[in-house]
């Protein structure tokens, strides 16, 4: 009996001083984890979780800015960001986002189309056009509706902004597909239509 006391006091002491130990870790933990973790941020600023935050993947191609349009610099998920001065008449100005995920990354083409298109209510049918600049396969897409802009990180609606449209393009470059996305006013988007266009005819390689 005496053995199988001290046996189950041993074994009480261990876990007495297991737990202490424990303790102590777990105070521990939470500035451990911040250091290791990557710096991280939602869709609408900052940078993307698990990207480092001082820069994003090339894109593996690139473009000449209108003139006019205004370098917004990166944010999260976005290799570019540009303001589009709005239109006479119009209540603000428009934006183009310039996404690239990765190779491979992002969905594919119609996925994504049809993506933009559902972020419209009563938008009918698309305008759709795919052609060909230098090496690479463009896919663009126009549409017009109520936006329901989405933000967020789960890309939620936000708010309904009537009387909006849309220009989408998909350029299939040598890294992935790099995704050009127009938002704004109808009367500003069209009215930038051509400078747009144009954006994507002068996409090259570096």
Known sequence: MNIRNIAIGAIVLMAFVGGIVWQKQMQNAPAQQQEMAPQGGEMTGGPMPGMPAEEAPHPGIE???????TDLGQR???????????????????ECAVFYFGQGQGGGVEENISRWVGQFENAGTPDRATS???????????????YLAPSGPMMEASGKLENYRLLGAI?????GSVFFKFTGPDKTVRGAEKD???MLKSVRKP
């Not at 473009?63 to 349009?69: L, N, R, V």
């Not at 999260?76 to 119009?90: F, L």
């Not at 350029?171 to 890294?175: D, L, M, R, T």
């Open 63 to 69: 473009w000449t800015t209108p003139g006019g349009w």
């Open 76 to 94: 999260s998920m976005r290799v570019a960001t540009y303001g589009v001065p709005k239109a006479s008449g119009d209540g603000q100005d428009g």
């Open 132 to 146: 060909d600049v230098g090496e690479f396969k463009v896919h663009r897409v126009a549409v017009n509706g109520t």
């Open 171 to 175: 350029v299939e470059g040598p890294a």
């Open 196 to 198: 747009f266009d144009a």
